[in-house]
C-alpha cells in the first residue's frame, strides 16, 4: 500500500530531513509521489508520476527548505487508479474559502457514494472518491468554517462511514490543523524541548535539532511507518482519529 508522511508545528519548519528519508521508501511505492505545504492560507502542491526515488521534483523537495505549519506528503502504490499525474496524492480542493488538502494510504472496495456537482474527482481513485466525499459531507453538517474540535467531531463521524470498505488511513488539513486518521497502520511523534539527535531510517542521515530549534518549538511528525531509529514514536490505534495543532494532538 502507499505510505504517509505529515508535519505540524507551532513555527514554520521545514520537512526536508524527514521527506528524504521518506522518499527512500519509494522503491516500493513507485507510482507516483506527492507533497503539500502550507504557508498561511497558500498552500504550494508538488505531484509528479514519477517515483520520489527518481523524480526531479522529489529532488527539489530535498533541495529547498521550504517553511511549513502544516505538510502532507505521500509516495503512491496503485490498488485503484492507473498511474498518471491526476491520480497522484494529495489532493486539494476548495471548501469555505480555505485549500483542503488530503492524502490516503489503503483500499476501499465497493466504495460508490453518490457525489454532488460541488465534489468530484478528476482521476480514478478510490482515494479522491473518498475525499470528495468527505468535503461534500462537512459541506452538509456546517454552514461556514466550524471550529477545530467541531470539524474533529463530525469527522469521527464521517470517517467510519468509509472505513466500512476497507482500510482508510488519511491525513487532512485546511491550514488550522492537521487531522490524522488510522485504520491500520500509523505513527506520530512530537518534537519539543530538549531537542536533540534523530537518525533516520532509511537514509545514512542525522541531524541535531539542538542546533536548529528555540526552546518553545514544538513540531509533530505522523508517518505509516517510524522514519527514525532512536525517538518515541506512538502507534495510533485502529479506528483513532487525532487533530493536530501547534506540533500537539488536542483532540481524539
Keep these: ?100 488538502v488530503f492524502a490516503h494510504n489503503g483500499n476501499l472496495v465497493d466504495f460508490a457514494p453518490r457525489l454532488h456537482g460541488a465534489f468530484r474527482p478528476v482521476g480514478d481513485t478510490d482515494s479522491e472518491r473518498a475525499f470528495c466525499w468527505l468535503m461534500q459531507e462537512l459541506a452538509k453538517s456546517h454552514a461556514s468554517m466550524p471550529s477545530v474540535a467541531e470539524l474533529t467531531r463530525t469527522l469521527a463521524e464521517l470517517a467510519p462511514q468509509v472505513a466500512r470498505h ?22 506520530y511523534l512530537q518534537r519539543q524541548h530538549p531537542f536533540g539527535m534523530a537518525r533516520l531510517q532509511d537514509e545514512d542521515m542525522a541531524l541535531n535539532f539542538a542546533e536548529l530549534t528555540q526552546a518553545d518549538d514544538r513540531v509533530a511528525v505522523i508517518a505509516t511507518e517510524p522514519l527514525t531509529l532512536n525517538e518515541d514514536w506512538v502507534k495510533m490505534g485502529a479506528g483513532q482519529l487525532l487533530a493536530f495543532v501547534g506540533g500537539v494532538p488536542v483532540q481524539g
Design 1 to 100: 500500500m502507499c505510505q504517509l508522511l505529515g508535519m505540524n508545528c507551532n513555527t514554520p519548519t521545514d520537512i526536508v530531513f524527514s521527506f528524504s528519508g521518506f522518499a527512500t521508501r519509494s522503491t516500493e511505492h513507485a507510482d507516483g509521489f506527492g507533497i503539500a505545504f502550507y504557508e498561511g492560507r497558500g498552500v504550494r502542491l508538488f505531484v509528479d508520476h514519477l517515483a520520489a526515488r527518481v523524480s526531479p521534483v522529489a529532488e527539489l523537495i530535498k533541495r529547498y527548505p521550504i517553511k511549513s505549519s502544516h505538510a502532507i506528503a505521500h509516495i503512491r502504490k496503485a490498488t485503484q487508479g492507473v498511474v498518471a499525474l491526476e491520480n497522484c496524492h494529495p489532493f486539494m480542493r476548495e471548501l469555505w474559502g480555505r485549500h483542503w
Design 166 to 187: 476497507g482500510t482508510f488511513n488519511f491525513m487532512l488539513s485546511q491550514g488550522d490543523a492537521l487531522w490524522a486518521h488510522c485504520s491500520t497502520n500509523l505513527h
